[in-house]
Antibody
């Protein structure tokens, strides 16, 4: 069974840093692009970042470019999101999702992890 | 303001057919495939339709997708109470060089 489990969320002060992790199991991790999508409380979905299977290409939303870094460790079947210079507007549930037929195709999704940026 | 425009709400009675629209532009829907997601209350999103009109295994054929020009639609036939959820469209945008989502449509089964 394909499983994605996020960890590393929590409360952080504005300007602080946090590193999210996503542990993958049940599939050949290195064969798939991986993605982060977030959802602010009571709001819609917002794409954050994507990375190809070999880490050759990384893509970022303008809202996080220069502050967030996506990476992966195929030996550990893990995806990461390093978040620096956090702002209140980064407060959201962050989902890890496996890529499928196109860069905007995600399946399945993890259960999500809450990040709160507040003083 | 989302790049892809969806109606904020839709509704129908059990058994009815409802359609949710997703309007974009030549840089997103007009030149890239559209995917649809269903998010049941309190849960993570789930892929419902990929590549404009393909259903992943396990998704009932009551759900169908279509695309024409710069717009896409999700149709749900034989509406059931379990279909109450938020629905989102998504596509790559060549101008923004990123993925864009619609603002979401909250479907209510009356």
């Amino acid at each position: 069974e394909v499983q994605l489990v996020e960890s590393g969320g929590g409360l952080v002060k504005p300007g602080g840093s946090l590193r999210l992790s996503c542990a993958a199991s049940g599939f050949t991790f290195s064969s798939y692009g991986m993605n982060w999508v977030r959802q602010a409380p009571g709001k819609g979905l917002e794409w954050v970042s994507s990375i190809t299977g070999s880490s050759s290409y990384r893509y970022y939303a303008d809202s996080v470019k220069g502050r967030f870094t996506i990476s992966r460790d195929n030996a550990k079947n893990s995806l990461y999101l390093q978040m620096n210079s956090l702002r209140a507007e980064d407060t959201a549930v962050y989902y890890c999702a496996r890529g499928c037929s196109s860069i905007s195709c995600y399946s399945p999704w993890g259960q999500g992890i809450l990040v709160i940026v507040s003083s | 303001q989302s790049v892809l425009t969806q109606p904020p709400s839709a509704s129908g009675t059990p058994g009815q057919r409802v359609t949710i629209s997703c309007s974009g532009s030549s840089s997103n829907i007009g030149s890239n495939t559209v995917n649809w997601y269903q998010q049941l209350p309190g849960t993570a999103p789930k892929l419902l339709i990929y590549s404009n009109n393909q259903r992943p295994s396990g998704v009932p054929d009551r759900f169908s997708g279509s695309k024409s020009g710069t717009s896409a639609s999700l149709a749900i036939s034989g509406l059931q109470s379990d279909d109450e959820a938020d629905y989102y469209c998504a596509a790559w945008d060549d101008s923004l060089n990123g993925v864009v989502f619609g603002g979401g449509t909250k479907l209510t089964v009356l």
